[in-house]
């Protein structure tokens, strides 16, 4: 019995010592990944302005085109008056003339105002290019540290791992079951020090002739209150 509740809380401690490392691993893998995710969120914003900037372009550049043609059509105008004969005809001419340049003039107008948002677009980009060279610079260089840290906890975990195996091997399955469960159902503590008539994994007192039974028993026994395995120190120790 001794020599399995040894190794039982060998087994214990590794196991404690890798669910703390599989812990600080899983920090440094969502901490990665919410790095990820932000640069992410800031390349799809940076992408999101480039794409409205270049629909601003087009707009702007149908309007360039459409008052190139309506200022053709006032030159075109303004040639014809000095070959027309009648005064209605004369009148007539002006006056397309007078709406074709106010149409001139609210495209212009559209295209100030397209160019006036364009300018706010690239300003924003650019700051929001800034932030996101200055991201992926922190996330190399963080990325970095946290890659060789995965790295070497993969590394001990490996080493870990095998330890663990070699202190299950030479425990009967019965007891590797009972004992994996108390791990799972009891928050990482599954054998405990019996003390002063006391289970100190629950803290609850223990029957007086099961407490004295683990000092002679053969037998691994459990607390009756939380079902931990029990060791007892010896008192010459």
């Known amino acids: 019995m001794q020599a399995k509740m040894q190794l039982l809380k060998a087994l214990q401690e590794l196991d404690q010592e890798l669910s703390q490392i599989r812990q600080q691993q899983s920090g440094l893998e969502q901490e990665q990944a919410a790095m990820a995710a ?34 053709e059509q ?21 006056k397309e003339i007078d709406t074709a340049k106010k149409v001139n003039k609210d495209l212009l107008d559209k295209i100030q105002e397209k160019e006036s948002q364009m ?6 980009m650019d700051e929001k290019q800034s932030e996101l060279d200055g991201l992926r610079a922190q996330l190399a260089e963080r990325g970095s540290e946290i890659s060789a840290a995965l790295q ?30 108390l791990m799972d159902r009891r928050g990482g503590i599954a054998v405990v020090e019996a003390k002063d008539g006391t289970c100190t994994g629950c803290h609850m007192h223990l029957p007086p002739q099961l407490f004295n039974s683990l000092y002679r028993t ?13 060791f007892v120190v010896p008192i010459s120790e």
């Open 119 to 124: 300018a706010a677009l690239r300003q924003e």
């Open 38 to 71: 932000e640069e992410g969120r800031v390349q799809d914003m940076v992408d999101s302005l480039l794409r409205d900037l270049e629909g601003l372009e087009s707009e702007r550049n149908a309007l360039r085109q459409s008052l190139g043609q309506e200022q």
């Open 218 to 230: 053969t037998d691994i026994q459990s607390c009756p209150h939380c079902s931990r395995l029990l």
């Open 74 to 94: 006032v030159q075109r105008s303004e040639g014809r008056l000095s070959e027309i004969k009648t005064q209605k005809e004369y009148l007539a001419v002006l």
């Open 152 to 181: 070497a906890f993969g590394k001990v975990l490996e080493e870990k791992d095998a330890e663990r195996q070699a202190h299950l091997e030479p425990l009967p399955s019965t007891l590797r079951k009972r004992y994996q469960q």
